[in-house]
C-alpha cells in the first residue's frame, strides 16, 4: 500500500495550469511538513517546494517560484500544488513526499530534508 498518493497530473499546454493532490493513506498530515519533488526523463530528481509542519511556511526551488503554490486543506487531509504559467521544461513526473512526524524545522533544508514517506508519482506532460 503506497502511503502517500498524488492526483491531478496530466497533458496541458504551455502557459496553462494545473493542481496536483497529496492525500495520505492510513494517517494524517497534521504537523507533518510535506513536500513535492519532480523528475524529468533522463535527469535527477529535483526539489520544488515545501510546506513546514506547525507554521506552514512555505519554500519553492527557483524554478517555480511566482508560479507554484503549495498549501494543506487539514479538513481533507490534503496538500496541494497549484501550478500556472506551465513550461516545457515542468514535464515531469511530481512525487510528494512527508516527514515521518513532526518537525521544527525553519529552514528550506530543514523542511526537505526530513521527507521520508514517499507517493506513487503523478505524470505531468506539457506540451502542443
Known amino acids: 500500500q503506497v502511503p502517500l498518493v498524488e492526483s491531478g497530473g496530466g497533458f496541458v499546454q504551455p502557459g496553462g495550469s494545473l493542481r496536483l493532490s497529496c492525500a495520505p493513506s492510513?494517517?494524517?498530515?497534521?504537523?507533518?511538513?510535506i513536500g513535492w519533488f519532480r523528475q524529468a526523463p533522463g535527469k535527477e530528481r529535483e526539489r520544488v517546494s515545501c510546506i513546514s509542519a506547525f507554521d506552514d511556511t512555505t519554500y519553492y526551488a527557483d524554478s517555480v517560484k511566482g508560479r507554484f503554490i503549495i498549501s494543506r486543506d487539514n479538513a481533507k487531509n490534503t496538500v496541494y500544488l497549484q501550478m500556472s504559467g506551465l513550461e516545457s521544461e515542468d514535464t515531469a513526473v511530481y512525487y510528494c513526499?512527508?516527514?515521518?512526524?513532526?518537525?521544527?524545522?525553519?529552514?528550506?533544508?530543514?523542511?526537505?530534508?526530513?521527507?521520508?514517506?514517499w507517493g506513487q508519482g503523478a505524470l505531468v506532460t506539457i506540451g502542443s
Open positions: 513526499a512527508a516527514s515521518k512526524g513532526p518537525t521544527t524545522s525553519t529552514t528550506a533544508d530543514g523542511c526537505f530534508n526530513y521527507l521520508e514517506v
Open positions: 492510513g494517517f494524517t498530515l497534521d504537523y507533518l511538513a
